[in-house]
Structure formats: C-alpha cells, structure tokens
C-alpha cells in the first residue's frame, strides 16, 4: 500500500463517487482527508465518521457561486494549517439540446463551466498560493476521456469543460514546476457512480460493447490511480493526463 502518513489532502466533491473512493483510498494509506460536499452533508458526516473524526473533516461549500473554490481552499488550511494535496474531484454534467430554449442553453453551458472549469481554477489557483510559500504540493484534476472523444452531443458543454481542465493542468505543470508544483489529470471513461448510473442502466449494451475490457470503471480504480499520483513516486510525470478507460480510447 501506498504511504500517505502525514499528507493533508482537500478532496472536492468527496461526499460520493469517485470523490468518497478517493477519500476512503487516500484515509487508509495513511493521509489526513477534507470531505468538501455541495449538497450531501449527510452522506459526507457519515463518511467522516466512517474515517475518524481525527482523520477526516467535512467541509461544505456550492461551487456554482462565483469565488466559492478560493474560500472553501481558504477554510481548508484552517484545519492543519496547510494542504499538501488538492483534488479537484467535484462535477456535474447536465445535459441540453442544440434545439432547447435559448435559456436553458445558456444556464446549462454558464453552470457547467463554472462548477467543471472556473471553480477548479480559482481551488487551483489558491493552491499554487499556498504551494508556493512551503516549496511544493500537488494537484490532481478529475478530467474525462469526453476530452479527447467528445460526447454525447448534448452534452458537448461537459467535453469542453474537462478539455479546459486538461489544458489547464498542463498549464499549471509547466509554470510551475520549478516552484516544486506538481499537476496531473486523470480522465475515466464511464465510472460506477451516481452521475453515470441512468445512462449506464439504458444503454448497458451499447458500453459493453464499445469497451475492450467489456466493464465500466469501478470508482476505486479512479481513487488508486490519484492515491499514486499524490504519493510524489512517480513527480517526473507532473502534466500527464492518465486515462482509465478500459482500451476503450478515441
Ligand atoms: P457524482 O455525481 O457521484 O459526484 C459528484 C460530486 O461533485 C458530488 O460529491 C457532488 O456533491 C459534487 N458537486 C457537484 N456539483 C457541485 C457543486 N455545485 N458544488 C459543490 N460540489 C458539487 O459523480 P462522479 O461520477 O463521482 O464524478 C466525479 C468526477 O468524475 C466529476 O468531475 C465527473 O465529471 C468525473 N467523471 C465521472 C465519470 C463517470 O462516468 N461517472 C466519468 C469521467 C469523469
């Protein structure tokens, strides 16, 4: 097992999902985890509970406000005094047609981008803040294989999205590097998880078939992959955006 001992850990999104894998992951291996929730207090308390209150810690914040990503990174170093690990793990990917109202249209594209891109810029912004004061520290973005393969067609605005935060992490490892600031992507194709679960029961089939390995992802997969990233055993591939998709590749 990977030894995260003394590592501060700020998991966004890590109620459910993948979020609430990567905290358990990143718990047994040894680190200190901030649970941040949107709306599932509940199920983020429990998780807490879960790890040990003297492990973990929720912290609740909505990423659809503008400048919520700086205070809620702001908050999180009031618990040990410093974050050694962001993940940007928190999303949302609604969907809408070229045809819906103008509305809709507009609403969908201005909340997607600012809970999937905007919001993980000012957490990774707040970070290189912090990082840059204490020499170093590590960030690991939750992309998508949308990214590279495109989407569904209505949900394009969700592709751009985690293609904005690949670009972004792979800004992020090239200016600061000589600061001791890492930055990774990882980018799943379909997860087990809550988001995914209706379009996954409709079109069991279909991704079956278009995957090699013939399953879909299971979120601890997702949640090792980050625990090894914010080990710093692999710092040389800072910038890399690793996929998990099963050989199911553009
Ligand atoms: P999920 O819906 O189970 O969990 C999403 C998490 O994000 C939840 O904890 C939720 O509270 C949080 N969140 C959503 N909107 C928020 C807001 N406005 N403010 C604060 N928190 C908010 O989804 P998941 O499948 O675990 O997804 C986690 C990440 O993985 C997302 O970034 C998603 O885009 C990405 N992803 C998922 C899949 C998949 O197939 N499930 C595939 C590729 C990438």
Not at 15 to 21: E, L, T, Y
Not at 161 to 184: C, F, H, M, N
Not at 238 to 250: E, F, I, R
């Amino acid at each position: 097992m990977l030894d995260l001992t003394g590592k501060v850990v700020l998991v966004t999104g890590g109620s459910r999902g993948i979020g609430a894998a990567t905290v358990r992951t990143l718990a047994a291996a040894g680190a200190d985890v901030l649970v941040h929730y949107g709306r599932g207090e509940d199920e983020a308390r429990s998780l807490v509970a879960e790890v040990g209150e003297e492990r973990a810690t929720a912290l609740g914040a909505d990423l659809a406000q503008p400048e919520a990503g700086a205070v809620i990174f702001r908050e999180a170093l009031t618990w040990r005094g410093r974050v050694d690990v962001l993940v940007n793990n928190a999303g949302i990917a609604p969907t809408v047609t070229v045809d819906a109202p103008d509305d809709a249209w507009a609403d969908t594209w201005a909340q997607t981008l600012q809970v999937n891109l905007v919001a993980v810029a000012d957490l990774c912004r707040e970070a290189i803040l912090h990082f840059r004061t204490r020499g170093g520290g590590t960030i690991i973005n939750v992309a998508s294989r949308a990214a590279f393969r495109g989407d569904n067609p209505d949900a394009m605005h969700y592709a751009a999205s985690k293609g904005g935060v690949i670009a972004l992490t792979r800004s992020i490892a090239r200016g600061y590097a000589r600061e001791g600031i890492l930055a990774y992507a990882v980018a799943p194709g379909w997860v087990r998880t809550d988001m995914a679960e209706g379009y996954l029961r409709e079109h069991a089939a279909d991704i079956a078939r278009d995957i090699p390995m013939g399953d879909v992802v299971p979120p601890e997969e997702v949640a090792h992959t980050i625990a090894f990233l914010a080990s710093g055993l692999a710092r040389h591939m800072t910038g890399a955006t690793l996929d998990l998709n099963g050989a199911s590749y553009v």
